[in-house]
């Protein structure tokens, strides 16, 4: 039972356009949500990440949303990058543990 | 920077041995975790642990088991490998009380079982 769900396992995008990531929970329980971005051949590496009681996150080209009620968030990389290509788990987690579970990863292609 | 280095980055291993991969970190975190991940299904937990001589089982343990003797090393054994035991072996650690939880990744060990 995947309570973390990424429905898009690829997407492709011309480079300096927007690149949307999606991601869907189904555990009202998770109170942190993150991004992860990994490369061919090395481990993921920490993105950005957005607490519950926030519905927006942004750190430079990336901005992360987070509708609760929906249970959703999003990934918006803007511009988009050749450099960008990788792919990219959505991560959650309760408050009280950090029991973190993954989706199945979006692969972004980012075409020059 | 926090450091999580795996033993081996490949390893190939035959129906029925023993195998295992080592994990340590060097930033003296109290949680470390070990995930398996496959196309399409993401990363998926198979085993953590709080501290030292603790584990808690993840969502896949089955065919698996760990070891934390000490705080910076995390190992996981498979007793008797099998096929479907051919998978990247993320391993990752993180420090009590971080707010987001944010875990720190080593570079994966791929095993093949044939």
């Known amino acids: 039972d995947q309570q973390v769900k990424q429905n898009s396992p690829s997407l492709s995008v011309q480079e300096g356009r927007i690149s949307i990531l999606n991601c869907d929970y189904t555990?009202?329980?998770?109170?942190?949500f993150l991004w992860y971005k990994k490369y061919p051949a090395e481990g993921p590496t920490f993105l950005i990440s957005?607490?519950?009681?926030?519905d927006k996150n942004e750190d430079g080209r990336f901005t992360v949303f987070l509708n609760k009620s929906a249970k959703h968030l999003s990934l918006h990389i803007v511009p988009s990058q050749p450099g960008d290509s990788a792919v990219y788990f959505c991560?959650?987690?309760?408050?009280?543990?950090?029991?973190?579970?993954f989706g199945a990863g979006t692969r972004l292609t980012v075409k020059p | 920077d926090v450091k999580v280095t795996q033993s081996s980055r490949y390893l190939v291993k035959r129906t029925g041995e023993k195998v295992f991969l080592e994990c340590v970190q060097d930033?003296?975190?109290?949680?470390m975790f070990w995930y398996r991940q496959d196309p399409g299904l993401g990363l998926r937990l198979i085993y953590f642990?709080?501290?030292?001589?603790?584990?808690e089982k993840g969502d896949i343990p089955e065919g698996y088991s760990v070891s934390r003797e000490k705080k910076e090393r995390f190992s996981l054994i498979l007793e008797s490998a099998s096929t479907n035991q051919t998978s990247m072996y993320l391993c990752?650690?993180?420090?009590?009380?971080?707010?987001?939880?944010?875990?720190?990744f080593g570079e994966g060990s791929r095993l093949t079982v044939l």
């Open positions: 990752a650690s993180s420090p009590p009380g971080h707010r987001t939880g944010e875990l720190f």
């Open positions: 555990n009202s329980m998770f109170d942190y």
């Open positions: 957005i607490s519950s009681i926030k």
């Open positions: 991560a959650a987690r309760p408050n009280n543990n950090n029991d973190m579970r």
């Open positions: 930033m003296d975190h109290e949680n």
């Open positions: 642990s709080y501290d030292v001589k603790m584990k």
